[in-house]
């Protein structure tokens, strides 16, 4: 198992919901922002539907705010909200020029995203959101380079088109490439737990337990990389 590059500078963590980076990815955010890297959070969706019983206009702006507050916890300052909806993603072209406009705006030379496959492993169905959003991240890389694809993005939003991501990595179990997050299991925890409302609605454990328990399972060792926690991704090259 290889390392993630880190000669880079500038990245960008493309989901569907607020929590989803929290799930592990964070824990290598908080490295990167540590190496004095600039990391900015682009969601598709305010995961308006993602609380029972609590009505989506008053979920949207709650749960903003939690993703807000995960954000700095790891030093992201810059957390922007496409407003597609929750739980009706499409992978497509409406998704993917958004997310091309997020790379333009941006700039980044590295694309971090979430599993876009079927399941989480044999038997759990990963969520129509992750699978739309995923794929529609990584194709929107070339979108954003691409002068012709979205020309509207150039024509009136005045965003030149970016070829500078180098790569994209997707967080997921069993990657080919991994990210030594030893020192930065705690400060993930911390940026979980903030979804505290979500976590409130998901289980009457204590949030701060659920949070240490989630961020541990997804930052255990893995096999062939060495450090005592770690965060897999698998890694997509780009020519620029
Ligand atoms: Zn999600």
Known sequence: ????????????V???????????????????????????????????AGIAGLPPAECGPLREEEERASAAIVGVETVEFL????????????????????????RPEMVVTANFGLTWFPGALNSADHRALGLSALDAVSDAANEWIFPELTEEQGLAPWSGVRWAAVNLPGASHA??????VDVAVESLAAHRRYLEALSGADVAEQARAQVEMATGPLPGFPAARAVGFDLYTFSG
């Open 1 to 12: 198992m290889e390392h993630v590059p880190e000669d880079w500078t500038r990245g960008i």
């Open 14 to 48: 493309v989901v569907a919901h607020p929590d989803d980076i929290e799930y592990g990815a964070a824990a290598a955010v908080a490295r990167w922002t540590r190496q004095g890297k600039d990391i900015r959070y682009v969601l598709a969706t305010s995961g308006e």
């Open 83 to 106: 407003g597609h909806p929750d739980g009706r993603l499409v992978a497509g072209p409406d998704l993917r020029r958004d997310v091309a406009a997020a790379i333009r705006r941006h």
């Open 179 to 184: 990210v030594d997050v030893t020192d930065t």
